[in-house]
């Protein structure tokens, strides 16, 4: 089993902007890239760069995020507000629904565990 260090790893980008049908606001336009997937497809982990928007999301899946650079905001389906910037560090569970809403261009790390 090999570690998987992101530094000396080079993925390709590929789009990962929310459907059409789901943004609010703006015109989000983002980037993912995956440093890691499991052999089954249930644990993946990488990059995730967006410019300005909003959207509707419903999750799945639990995701961990670190925050690198822009700020935003998670607002839950009951109006709960959790503003995000550079340095945070969260969790989403499984589960939530909202919107996600990025307001400076942001960059994040993320690990996602599927059910």
Same mark, same amino acid.
């Given at each position: 089993? *090999? $570690?998987?260090?992101? =530094? ?21 336009? !983002? @980037? /993912? ?11 993946? !982990?990488?990059?995730?760069? &967006?410019?300005? =928007?909003?959207?509707? #999301? ?9 925050? /690198?650079? =822009?700020?935003? @905001? /998670? #607002?839950?389906?009951? =109006?709960?507000? &959790?503003? $995000? ?11 939530? !629904?909202?919107?996600?809403?990025? $307001?400076?261009?942001? *960059? ?8």
């Amino acid at each position: 089993m *090999t $570690i998987v260090c992101f =530094g000396s790893l080079h993925p390709v980008g590929v789009d990962a902007g929310p459907a059409p049908d789901r943004i609010v606001s703006g015109d989000p336009q !983002a @980037t /993912l890239w995956v440093y890691h997937e499991s052999e089954d497809g249930q644990f993946s !982990a990488g990059v995730w760069k &967006c410019t300005p =928007g909003r959207w509707r #999301i419903a999750y799945d899946e639990q995701e961990y995020c670190h925050i /690198l650079s =822009g700020s935003g @905001t /998670l #607002i839950s389906s009951d =109006g709960q507000r &959790c503003p $995000i910037a550079a340095g945070d560090q969260f969790v989403v569970p499984s589960g939530f !629904a909202g919107e996600w809403e990025v $307001i400076e261009t942001m *960059t994040k790390n993320w690990v996602v565990m599927l059910p």
